[in-house]
């Protein structure tokens, strides 16, 4: 079968397309699962921001593709339907597979009729998904499916759920990820090729606002440190200068961590970039060791879990024991300043995840946070609280009346959708957005020891779009920051809009490096 992957194309404030274009993880593990003889294709629509429609239908018309599977996120859930429904319109007889974060949370926005989608896989896809693709082929039922949802061929085409398919124990269940099969190109990060490699799936943690917990439950997997060498080898091999290990908590296991870090440098892969994302705890108890051992191993960018850095707000997003510094046994503290110095000391830098407008946030809880972050992190992650479908967080914000938005294309992390008891969703995102840009502006001249050459070339680009609805009259003082702020909302949302004009558009040219309607850039139909 000719199958088509796409991953959607709608990006988030703090990886702006212009610097970072990151392959989905996820699609190349599926085109890595499915049965050798079917023909996969991956586009990443990230790589075409500037011409989705023109991008999707040359897809269409080019690969033929007999199914169309779609990874998505709940801030994508409008523009997924709508390339579905361009889709369609090429070929009418594909069929249609939705998976990811959205779809498993909230499969109830895909199983009607007008949604045009045909099948839901639900949590872990990569068996379920070449199940998909065998019984398709066999013409066999999807009863036994254990993890889709499929339209009944009876009683009015209403969705059939199958039982859920337990969490794969990895091992050699799921097979490494096939790159091969991306159709498109232009991953980037600050100008370095860029990859993504899991090394574990899952987190024992639950902290209110994720969606790991409801998608997978509280589990933690992982993969031999031989298989994660080899799958970043193949990832080096391809071109890729920089690595996110994509792992939901790969901090869990400290002591394989390290034994991952060891395993890199001893492969002579430690000349590459790497990205990860962990708990304060785990660096500030892993200490001097671990942070060396990373270190040697290449590491770059951490980003952390801080959350917040008040106690009350840690309570509220059960996240105060990942954040707790431990010794001997007991609690000793708020892990996070020991992290971010253990970090710094060793020649990393910080991705301060901080998370501001939860219930009780004040003005001035809000300020402390953003103080914090100015004073501590390298690179700002700063998000308001989002109620993603099923996560406990929304179900508190939910009972407390406090969601103001139900717009979901706008929940990206930093619109402002809950208000807390004392400020307007606006007034929390105002005040994020008016600091945020300074703290992203401080961080240039690290990335231009690193990168002199990106900063040369792309440095005035980088610079309008953090600042974007800023004009000469704001610069001036002739008025004042709400007014830029106001009009930096308005264009946030232009940028949502992939469907808009697309006539009016075609041949459009998008930033370097992305791909557009009129090119024919690395189409490639080998595999
Ligand atoms: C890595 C990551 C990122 C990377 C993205 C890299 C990339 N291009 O993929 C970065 C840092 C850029 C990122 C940013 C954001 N992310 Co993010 N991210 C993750 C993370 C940590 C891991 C995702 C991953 O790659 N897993 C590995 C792959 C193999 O697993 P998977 O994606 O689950 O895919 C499996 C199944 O879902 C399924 N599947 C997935 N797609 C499809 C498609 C089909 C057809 C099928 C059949 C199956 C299927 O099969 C796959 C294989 O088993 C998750 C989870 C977490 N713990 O935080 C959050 C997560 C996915 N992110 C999330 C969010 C909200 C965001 C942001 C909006 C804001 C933010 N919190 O940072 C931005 C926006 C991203 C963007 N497009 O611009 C949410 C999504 C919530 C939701 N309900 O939509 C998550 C769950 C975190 C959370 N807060 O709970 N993210
Ligand atoms: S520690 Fe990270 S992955 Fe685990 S539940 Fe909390 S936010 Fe999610």
New binding site residues.
Partial sequence: MNVL?L??P???E??PTLT?R??????A??AGNVDPHHRVSIA?L?LAQQAVPETVARLMRTLEPDVV????????RKTAMKVIALARSIRPEVMF??????P??APEEYESPAAGVDFI?S????L??RDLLRALERGAGFETIPGLSYRARTGGGAFVRNPARSVSHLGDEVKPPNRAARVLSGYTMLGRQID?V?TS?G?TYDCS????IE?RGRNFHTWSIARVVADIADAKARGARTI?L?D??ITLNAARFRALCDGIVAAGLHDIDYIV?GMTSAIANGGDELAAAMRKAGFRYVFLGIENILADDLTFLKATAKNSQREGGRTVGNATTRAVDILHKHGMLVVGGLIVGSPGDTRESIEANLAFARRYVDWP?I?HP?P??G?PMTKDFREKNLIVNDRVDEY??TTAVVRTEALEAEEIEFLRWRAERWMKVRHVPKVFAHDPGFVLTHGIRMFRHTFRGTTLKTWLGLESERQAFVRYRAIRRKEREFFSNHEDREGKEGPEGQTTGTQTLALNMKN
């Fill in positions: 992957l991953s959607m709608d990006s988030f703090h990886t970072i990151m392959p989905n993880g996820a699609l593990s599926l990443d990230v599977g779609l990874s998505v996120m709940t801030f994508q597979v939705v998976g990811g974060y959205d498993s949370l896989v949590g872990e896809g990569d379920t998904f993504v899991e799936r987190c606002f994720c969606s790991i998608m996110f994509v939901d908590n994302q992650y998000q989002t993603y479908p996560t990206d992390g």
